[in-house]
Structure formats: structure tokens, C-alpha cells
Nanobody, 125 residues
């Protein structure tokens, strides 16, 4: 079992930045591909970014490419999402997720076995 706890959300102005963190429990964090998803009111949960466990390859949704950066620190059991040039359409609850051990990264929410509770990001215009 992997437990995930996100932090770092908040209210930010258009064009601002935030860094989300997600701390994982357990000793197998380095073997899990990790992802960030978000869900805005009235919308389905959507993929934001993912990072592989084996080689730190990253993958981004087109809507956040060149603005957001996903990274991981295996020594701290933590995955980060650096968000720059934030826009009102980035407003959502952001969720951290982990795939089952030794699985490749994925953009599909159904492929992730473990989820955090979410952290709210609000971007004002």
C-alpha cells in the first residue's frame, strides 16, 4: 500500500507560480511511476503530467507543456509539480497518483492504483 499526501495548493494571481508536493509512504516509492491529475468543477478528472520510475522520463498534457514541470526526489519519497504562468483555466483540485510497482507511466487515471486526497489550486484573473 502507498499513501499519498499533497500540499502546496492555494490562491494565486494570473501569471503566478505554485509548487505542489506529494509525499508517499513506504519504501517502494522509487519503483512507482507517478502522475498528477486535476479536476475542475463540473468536469472530468484530466491528466496533467507523469514521470517514470525507471529513467525519470516525463510526459505532459498539451495544455500545460512548457509551463509545468514534474520531478521526483526518491530520497524524500516526494514528487513535485512546478506550475508557472498559471491561468484561470488551471483552477482545479490537483491529485497526485501512483501506479502499481514497476509499471510504466500512463496518462489514464484508471491505470493508477493509489491516489492522494487532492489540493485546491485557484488562479484569479
Amino acid at each position: 500500500q502507498v499513501q499519498l499526501v499533497e500540499s502546496g495548493g492555494g490562491l494565486v494571481q494570473y501569471g503566478g507560480s505554485l509548487r505542489l508536493s506529494c509525499v508517499a509512504s513506504g519504501r517502494t516509492f522509487s519503483k512507482h511511476a507517478m502522475g498528477w491529475f486535476r479536476q475542475a468543477p463540473g468536469k472530468e478528472r484530466e491528466f496533467v503530467a507523469a514521470i517514470a520510475w525507471s529513467n525519470d522520463n516525463t510526459y505532459y498534457a498539451n495544455s500545460v507543456k512548457d509551463r509545468f514541470t514534474i520531478s521526483r526526489d526518491n530520497a524524500k519519497n516526494t514528487v513535485y509539480l512546478q506550475m508557472n504562468s498559471l491561468q484561470p483555466e488551471d483552477t482545479a483540485v490537483y491529485y497526485c497518483a501512483a501506479r502499481s510497482i514497476a509499471s510504466t507511466y500512463s496518462i489514464g487515471a484508471d491505470e493508477y492504483a493509489y491516489w492522494g486526497q487532492g489540493t485546491q489550486v485557484t488562479v484569479s484573473s
